[in-house]
């Protein structure tokens, strides 16, 4: 079956599902990913012949589709910036607002490169490898609470040559850390349950809950832990960074100052959300 036949029969049946944007991102993805050609190859080869086994497998992406699975967990693989990462439902898949997040890291610490990080909560380990490329010289600690997880940040890394120490660990169980770091960094589960609604179905049913939600009477459970193991481990000068919830920004920034940091900076997305925060000890 010749790919152009494929795309029209693969816009028709996804038709009433998403719209035609995102079925020929879709499309571009698995021509990508799955053929690892150019998403234009159409344009270079119109007459590009799919093989049987190459139908077999743009069939099963069709019907997982169908399913609402994320294109993610179909092609086994997740775009981040330059990265290209290995995920499974065992980890959420990275999001652009966690792009913003390395970006504002990047910008804080452009004229003295923290020397060491931690991550808590690394999932595909999105967060510890992105920072290994901007600050090669940081020896950088990350904790998961699920071993599945590590396998795949594990194998990630791997594939990037970043040297990174994987650390089992469910953080609301320690009382402390290994040492101090220039940088304390996490996206931890923030999501409400009371906010599931607004939340589509290939997320729901596909991606890891204990990675997503929290209770709707202790929504900041993560945020006050690390921030105070931050607190006490933080080196001179050290920084924390999180990703939040956009609707509890005030809360979360609340939180941090009464535990002892005396500087929190509250930063918008680029959707103007309230969504990273950084925090430092003094002012």
Known sequence: MLLKEFKIYFERELSDLFTLEEVRHFFYILIEDLLDENRFVLTFKPDYKLSAHDLNIFEQALNDLKKHRPIQYITGL?????????????????????????????????????????????????IPIALSQLFPEAKITAIDVSEKAIAIAR????????????????????????????????NPPYVRALEKKEMSKNVLEYEPEHALFVTNTDPLIFYEKISELAFHFLSEDGLLFFEINEYLGKETSALIKEIGFEKVVLKQDIYMKDRIIMAKVTA
């Open 78 to 126: 997740a775009h981040f910036g330059d990265l290209i990462l290995k995920v499974n439902e065992s980890v959420l898949i990275p999001r652009p607002e966690t792009l913003e997040l390395i970006a504002y890291i990047k910008e804080q610490f452009k004229f003295a490169p923290p020397k060491t990080i931690l991550d808590i909560g690394t999932g595909s380990g999105c």
């Open 155 to 186: 194998e990630n890394a791997q594939q990037y040559n970043s040297t990174i120490k994987w650390s089992l660990k469910n953080i609301l169980s320690e009382k402390s850390l290994d040492q101090k770091y220039d940088l304390i960094v996490s």
